[in-house]
């Protein structure tokens, strides 16, 4: 289940933060980046939302594009599966505020304690509305392109970055399953090679998104593969200093 984050308070998406951090942790998240609403990348937002409040920290700021927000009202905090908390405990003062942005247009999110960070959301191409987000801090960026089967424009947006320091994509199957990764718009090792190829600058690649019964596989496969990138498997817990 995803989720990364950033400086203590602004997270990319929202699958494991309540497994991963302390009531107190989850209490400084205040931001989070959504990048579409499958379960594994949403499944901790409930009980964020109740626990941070409990650590007495004020509202959780979500953003994402349009469709991707119109999924998670619909579909989670419907009143049905969960609380709308956008209305609770009233809706000027809400413990839940969802804000719509646009892809391919900057914001900024003031907040972390490094300073305001840059975020641009990019559209890939997923199974469900989806966008991966380019986001920057002063001098440094970090592409992460979310659940993505072979796409176009995330690639470009790499390409035109001056300073990315590391990209995040998703390798989500071993290529015996290549049917079920197509189906479902995700990534083999053999599909991984064909895209980043598309990727003309020498920066080093980072995966996440291995299907848990398939992590040996995929990580023999993808020693096994003659990237033109340095390639790594993201750890689960670690912290990563850029
Ligand atoms: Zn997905
Ligand atoms: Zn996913």
Not at 166 to 190: G, K, N, W, Y
């Amino acid at each position: 289940m995803t989720s990364f984050l950033i400086d203590g308070a602004l997270a990319v998406d929202a699958g494991s933060i309540t497994s991963a951090l302390s009531i107190e942790r989850q209490g400084a998240v205040r931001h989070i980046l959504l990048s579409h609403a499958h379960m594994d990348h949403v499944a901790s937002l409930p009980y964020l939302i109740e626990n941070s409040f409990a650590a007495g920290a004020s509202s959780i700021s979500i953003y994402s594009t349009a469709p991707i927000l119109a999924n998670l009202r619909t579909h989670l905090f419907n009143n049905d599966i969960w609380p709308d908390f956008s209305q609770i405990p009233s809706e000027l003062y809400p413990r839940l505020r969802f804000t719509e942005i646009e892809a391919g247009r900057v914001f900024t999110i003031n907040g972390p304690p490094s300073g305001p960070v840059r975020v641009t959301a990019i559209p890939v191409s997923h199974s469900v509305p989806t966008v991966g987000f380019l986001i920057e801090q002063g001098p440094s960026q970090i592409l992460f392109t979310s659940d993505t089967g072979p796409t176009e424009r995330i690639w470009e947006a790499a390409n035109a970055a001056p300073h990315l320091n590391l990209l995040i994509t998703e390798c989500s199957f071993p290529s015996r399953l290549q049917h079920i990764a197509d189906l479902s718009r995700h990534l083999t090792p053999v599909t991984l090679l064909t895209e980043l190829a598309k990727v003309k600058t020498n920066i080093p690649i980072a995966l996440y998104h291995f299907k848990p019964p398939y992590i040996d596989e995929i990580n023999a496969e993808i020693a096994a593969t003659r990237f033109e990138h340095r390639v790594e498997l993201l750890e689960q817990g670690r912290t990563y200093e850029l």
